[in-house]
């Protein structure tokens, strides 16, 4: 701030002095003006010649003392010099009747501020040519006279500008110096929002965003804490049981009882690579994850007719009808297909896993107003009214004895509709069974997969 003042400050130095100056050359030529018509009023044209009428006391009046010295000079054109106390330069230019001239010269290395007037004596040839001169002492006297008057308290309203700016900047500052202090002087691991009280308005929008990023970065870090404690949580028991089956395997001496261990043993690898599968694909589908597959234009219609299809053989050898119930020649949604698919093979899967033989399941896709619909409708059992929103819980299963889920199928294909701006429900079907229904917008919402 002090670098704009300064600028200021010169500024306004070089416009005083030249108003200064200005005003001075007003009052000394307004002077000379005066006095060069008083002197020419003293020549006076009488019977055809010029009479000076200009006593001696008149002139001592006019040159007022040795620091203002008067000079002039009266003289006709032609003819020479009829009055005057010293011969002055010619002023520039031609003569002009009447016209005041004012121009800067040198007589015997002094300078001085000269007036010319020219007055016409009946021939246009005929001049009475009058100058007026005095130094320029008077007049640096007065620029100095008034640049002081107005410089001075000038120059102290700058300073106490400037001191009141500096100390209106140092206490506009002090929030954002401690607000620095506080950022600072945080552990890492202290994500707790910042305080908003005492700061002013200015820096209150500054705060709310950090704390925005702040509560975003602590979501994203309770929900690696989350993810990790229950990887471990559920990897134990799974890995516990495989290193124990390999236990009784290598303790086996028939043939016989060597493959049935064995058979135990890839069971439950075959349940580890799952969980594990599920995991990951947990962890991918959660907000702000970055995920490989970029968001695109995704054909619903197409990636579900194709999905249908390639589950049909699991469907058939769990006893199973699946069909696909679908009019829409095509579905185009922005999103991440991975995830996409991966929300599809869930509820499929888990309508295979958990209704009985001989049932059917039917996949449908439709419009409705600005969203695209999908059901998964079953005629399997259902579940109850209380069940309903557990079953978004990650690793809550509905048959606690069944040991072929994990539990994340539900909280994944949740975690992936609410990711692409989304939301599934679950839906008795008539006169039995369960339909999940996702629905999904056209256009994807901002800050989408």
């Not at 009055?83 to 001239?101: I, S, T």
């Amino acid at each position: 701030m002090l670098i704009p003042q300064i600028v200021l400050w010169l500024a306004g130095a070089v416009l005083y002095y030249n108003v200064a100056t200005h005003y001075a050359n007003a009052i000394t030529d307004n002077s000379l003006l005066q006095t060069g018509r008083a002197i020419a009023r003293q020549v006076k044209p009488v019977d055809g010649e010029l009479v000076v009428d200009f006593p001696r006391a008149a002139q001592l009046l006019l040159e007022e003392g040795p620091d203002d010295k008067l000079f002039y000079t009266v003289s006709t054109i032609p003819g020479g010099i009829i009055l005057g106390n010293r011969h002055l330069p010619a002023p520039p230019g031609k003569p002009v009747a009447d016209q005041a001239v004012f121009y800067n010269t040198a007589l015997d290395k002094e300078p001085l501020r000269v007036l010319s007037i020219f007055y016409p004596l009946g021939s246009s040839d005929h001049w009475l040519h009058v100058q007026v001169g005095k130094n320029l002492q008077k007049r640096s006297q007065i620029s100095r006279e008034i640049l002081l008057a107005t410089g001075i308290p000038m120059g102290l309203l700058i300073v106490v500008m400037s001191v009141l700016v500096w100390l209106g900047i140092r206490r506009g500052l002090r929030p954002l110096e401690k607000l620095q202090r506080n950022v600072e002087h945080r552990a890492p691991q202290d994500l707790a929002p910042l305080e908003t009280l005492e700061l002013p308005v200015e820096l209150q929008s500054l705060t709310h965003a950090l704390n925005q990023l702040l509560s975003t970065t602590n979501e994203s870090v309770s929900r690696q804490r989350r993810f990790i404690a229950d990887a471990a949580h559920q990897l134990r028991t799974p890995l516990a049981g495989l290193k124990s089956q390999t236990e009784l395997a290598m303790r086996e001496t028939t043939p016989e009882g060597l493959r049935a261990r064995l058979n135990l043993v890839h069971t439950s690898a075959t349940r580890s690579i799952h969980l594990v599968n599920q995991l990951l694909t947990l962890a991918r589908s959660e907000p702000g994850a970055q995920t490989s597959a970029p968001g695109m234009r995704v054909d619903l219609a197409k990636l579900i007719r194709d999905l249908t299809a390639e589950s049909v053989p699991r469907a058939l050898a769990a006893g199973m009808d699946l069909g696909c119930d679908s009019t829409l020649p095509a579905a185009s949604i922005e999103g991440n297909p991975a995830l996409l698919r991966e929300l599809f093979v869930n509820l499929v899967e888990n309508a295979i896993k958990y209704i009985p033989r001989g049932s059917s399941i039917t996949v449908r896709l439709f419009e409705q107003g600005a969203d695209y619909v999908i059901e998964v409708e079953d005629d399997g059992n259902g579940i109850s009214d209380e069940q309903k929103p557990l079953v978004f819980e990650r690793f809550y299963r509905v048959n606690q004895n069944d040991g072929n889920g994990c539990g994340l199928g539900m909280a994944i294909v949740k975690e992936i509709a609410e990711r692409h701006g989304g939301r599934i429900e679950l839906i008795d079907a008539q006169p039995h069974g369960l339909i999940a229904r996702v629905t999904l917008p056209k256009q994807r919402p901002a800050g989408g997969a």
